[in-house]
């Protein structure tokens, strides 16, 4: 089985910045891409963003693009999510998701984080 441990939730302002870190652990993955995804409160879980294994290609949804950067670290078991120019909109519950069983921006992962709280205020 495969964990997936987020980090680096917390409060900041408009204009801010935060770091997201998701550590994972247990067996090897049978696709290696990972995703995050985000939830706010009374809205459905929505696509963030994803990285393929090797770290050579990033998806990004719309709304995030130019703001925030998906990465891989050298060892491939963490990725992280590097969020600049947060918007109150961006307030959610953001979830590291390893493995999707069809596409790469799908919620159809099979490994999910707890998530972490992200809170931007105005």
């Known amino acids: 089985q495969v964990q997936l441990a987020e980090s680096g939730g917390g409060l900041v302002q408009a204009g801010g910045s935060l770091r997201l870190s998701c550590a994972a652990s247990?067996?090897?993955?049978?696709?290696?891409?990972m995703g995050w995804f985000r939830q706010a409160p009374g809205k459905e879980r929505e696509f963030v963003a994803a990285?393929?294994?090797?770290?050579?290609?990033?998806y990004y949804a719309d709304s995030i693009k130019g703001r925030f950067t998906i990465s891989r670290g050298n060892a491939k078991n963490t990725v992280y999510l590097q969020m600049n120019s947060l918007k109150p909109e961006d307030t959610a519950v953001y979830y590291c998701?390893?493995?999707?069983?069809?596409?790469?921006?799908?919620?159809?992962?099979?490994?999910w984080g707890q998530g972490t709280q992200v809170t931007v205020s105005s």
């Open positions: 998701a390893a493995d999707p069983k069809f596409g790469i921006t799908s919620p159809s992962y099979v490994h």
């Open positions: 247990g067996r090897t993955f049978s696709s290696g891409a």
């Open positions: 990285i393929n294994w090797s770290g050579s290609n990033a």
